[in-house]
């Protein structure tokens, strides 16, 4: 749910009904990781001229509510998205119930949104980070308790009397999913009022949102815009009120462990970026794990006396903690429901279950009820949630009259797509409020994830060096659009199948990419490049890499790919040449080359960041640099194959070259007109390896894509996990 990481759709449109909100089903949120506010960018000041709409409030006593869904990781995305969907099915089936009006105050002005909620359809989905609450993250790694889970995340808490609690929802501030919740309890108040969510926050960050929450009385204002001038922009604003209640692991595990062992609570949903499948189990989740097969986190359990390095427990040591004292209770399982940005995420979510019960040394009949009995749906969310500015705060109480300190800011657009495999079919009837139900995800997450994401990433580093500051400035840009727009048709689209249920949505994938090119031209959403170029190292190894490999087996061009590595390359060696931060998981690592080349070293190291020393001047392209772009291309960990692909490489260089001598504008327009060289090469010199590869290419996606190391014929189990994460430690 774009996680991307930062999920913060709050509501849910469909594309001809841009300002549609609702929804009854309210998740609870465990926050893993929360995205960081980092540096700022602020644009010029709307001044709106356009209409300002409000949704009306659903007025209940919330002590009818209940948790029914917990999440981790509440972000924007998440509180956009998830609980904005519950809130209309809550007040369609509600009509006896009295709403107030309009009054100015967040929590009122919510319960009018959901009042007017109507049932219709709509589908939203909070891309990777882009979609989760806020976009900017601070060191994944700052736990007070544990270093390797405190990164970046937001918070939230507070004493909300809605009794809606089936949802346990890791990351609270990802809002798109509650954005449907909020929807379906307008809808269908009496069958929804069980689903609210809690939210479950992991990493010390998530205080922030837990204050925030508890200081808002769980509600929070979903703020939708859009226009292609500040002058023409239009704002709605939902608020929504299936938030339950947030708590904090590290605060109280044995707490955590129990509100998950609760017969209520059906569904646990997740957005926790990418890297958060891949933390290793630690000691805390040993002892966690121990003390629920004990029942020692039971009842009249004195919470006090649990172990202190239960409070560095990870999010999937805290699942199997509480999925182990379920079964010991002789409870079912709960659904395991993945909203992040990753393709098959159901699937990484189980292998990631799996891995780590092994790892914990459950026994077998447990793993083997984990394999069976336990449900892993894949998810498919999209909806761009930027992160919220001071302006965006401003904006709000300048034209809407509504004090809120974390707003959720979103695009209308929203979409959906759930794979409907959840244990005992029990879930809320969340397509009722416009999510779409399919048996197979895929065919959807592929045309999102390259489409959009992928679209995004191929777009941001060219705009960064054609000298653009937001996303709306690069799609307009005279050399970029027509760049992005062959390179979805001809490259990108050509690896995707179009499936018959998608006419839900568009009649075809060129619509669906025009679409795309339509919502990143909104103003109003502020997205920034600099947000965009984040994680490019995982972005392009999960999403990118697929649609190079597959074109090449197909024989099909990719040199819009190669100019967008080209472009990539010259934006790491451009931040390291000028000490700008690096924000990427591997940034010690994809930025070494250029590191070399200019003679610094790091000055600050982390997780998510590494930061260099500033030359006296930006030093002219030379021999070093050619060679700082061949070690980038050896890096394997991101590459993949294509490291070894001879003829990949070379149209990466072809394109780097032709950016050093002429600029980047000229090179997008060699590209646009088909100037140049043929960039693909020949898989059959891989050998054995390069017909691996083809045997594995799908059509859609490459799973578990063997590396072609010298020896691994000799170590069979060293893999490159392309899309799927296995056997992470």
């Known amino acids: 749910m774009f996680h991307h990481g930062n999920h913060r759709a709050g509501v849910f449109a469909p594309t001809r009904f841009p300002t549609r909100f609702g929804g009854p089903f309210c998740p609870v949120s465990i926050s893993p990781r929360h995205p960081t506010p980092h540096r700022t960018v602020l ?7 356009g ?27 998440h509180r956009s998205h998830q609980q904005v969907r519950v809130c209309p099915i809550l007040c369609a089936k509600n009509v006896g119930r009295p709403f107030s009006e309009p009054r100015g105050d967040v929590s009122e002005v919510l319960l009018r949104a959901i009042h007017r909620m109507k049932r219709v359809p709509n589908v939203t989905t909070g891309l990777g980070r882009a979609n989760s609450g806020v976009s900017t993250r601070r060191p994944w790694f700052s736990h007070p308790h544990n270093p390797i889970l405190s990164r970046s995340s937001p918070p939230r808490n507070s004493p909300l009397t809605f009794a809606l609690n089936s949802l346990a929802f890791l990351l609270v501030l990802s809002f798109q999913p509650q954005a449907y919740l909020d929807e379906l309890l307008r809808v269908d108040f009496e069958n929804t009022k069980s689903w609210c969510y809690t939210g479950l926050g992991v990493l010390s960050f998530d205080t922030k949102m837990r204050d925030y929450l508890v200081a808002n009385k769980f509600t929070y204002p979903v703020v939708s815009r859009t226009g292609e001038t500040p002058e023409t922009m239009a704002m709605h604003v939902h608020h929504v009120v299936t938030l339950r209640d947030m708590l904090l692991s590290f605060e109280n595990p044995a707490a955590a462990v129990r509100l998950l062992s609760s017969p209520d609570v059906k569904i646990v949903s997740l957005t926790i970026t990418e890297f958060g499948y891949r933390v290793p189990i630690n000691e805390g989740d040993r002892t966690l794990v121990k003390l629920a097969l004990d029942g020692a986190v039971d009842g009249a359990h004195n919470d006090e006396a649990t172990p202190a390095e239960c409070a560095g427990a990870t999010v999937f040591g805290i699942l199997l903690a509480a999925l182990a004292n379920r079964k010991r209770h002789g409870l079912r399982p709960f659904t395991i429901m993945s909203c992040d940005n990753l393709p098959h995420n159901g699937e990484v979510a189980k292998r990631r279950v799996l891995g ?18 336990a449900k892993y749906p894949s998810t498919m969310v999209d909806r761009i949630t930027p992160a919220t500015s001071n302006e965006d705060i401003v904006s709000l109480k300048e034209n809407a009259d509504i004090t809120d300190a974390w707003p959720v800011m979103c695009e209308p657009y929203k979409h959906w797509v759930i794979e409907d495999d959840f244990v005992d079919g029990a879930r809320p009837a969340w397509e009722t409020v416009g999510a779409l139900l399919v048996p197979d995800v895929r065919p959807h997450e592929l045309m999102k994830v390259r489409l959009l994401n992928v679209g995004h990433s191929a777009m941001c580093y060219a705009g960064v060096l054609a000298g653009c500051e937001h996303v709306h400035e690069a799609v307009t840009h005279k050399m970029i659009k027509p760049f992005l727009k062959r390179l ?19 009649c075809g994938l060129d619509q669906y990419a025009e679409l795309v090119l339509s919502r990143f031209k909104n103003v109003a959403v502020k997205d920034t490049l600099d947000r965009i170029a984040m994680d490019g190292s995982e972005k392009f190894r999960v999403q990118g890499r697929a649609v190079v490999m597959e074109g090449l087996a197909a024989d099909r061009t990719v040199r819009g790919f190669a100019l967008y590595v080209a472009a990539w390359a010259h934006f790491l060696r451009k931040a390291v040449m000028e000490g700008s931060v690096v924000r990427d998981a591997s940034a010690s690592l994809i930025v070494a080359p250029w590191a070399d080349v200019a003679g610094v070293g790091p000055v600050e190291s982390a997780v998510t960041a590494t930061e260099y020393a500033v030359p006296a001047r930006l030093p002219p392209q030379t021999a070093e640099d050619a060679a700082a772009l061949q070690r980038f291309l050896d890096i394997e960990e991101v590459f993949g194959v294509l490291a070894q692909h001879e003829g990949w490489r070379q149209a990466v260089v072809r394109e780097f070259e032709d950016i050093a001598t002429s600029g980047v504008e000229a090179t997008l327009l060699g590209y646009i007109f088909g100037v140049g060289h043929n960039s693909n090469g020949d898989l059959a010199q891989l050998g054995s390896n390069g017909a691996r590869l083809s045997e594995r290419v799908s059509g859609t996606f490459i799973l578990d894509e063997v590396c072609a190391h010298e020896d691994a014929a000799a170590a069979p189990d060293i893999t490159d996990e392309a899309v799927a994460f296995v056997s992470l430690y």
């Open 43 to 49: 644009v010029t000041k709307f001044v709106m001229s």
């Open 51 to 77: 209409s300002v709409t409000r949704a009306p409030a659903l007025v209940c006593d919330r002590g009818e509510l209940s948790t029914g869904i917990v999440h981790f990781g509440v972000g924007g995305f």
């Open 356 to 373: 780590a019960a092994a790892d914990l040394d459950l026994d077998p009949a447990t793993q083997q009820w984990l394999e069976t009995e």
């Open 488 to 506: 979805m048709r001809e490259e990108i689209a050509a690896s995707l199948v179009a499936d018959p249920s998608m006419e839900a949505l568009v």
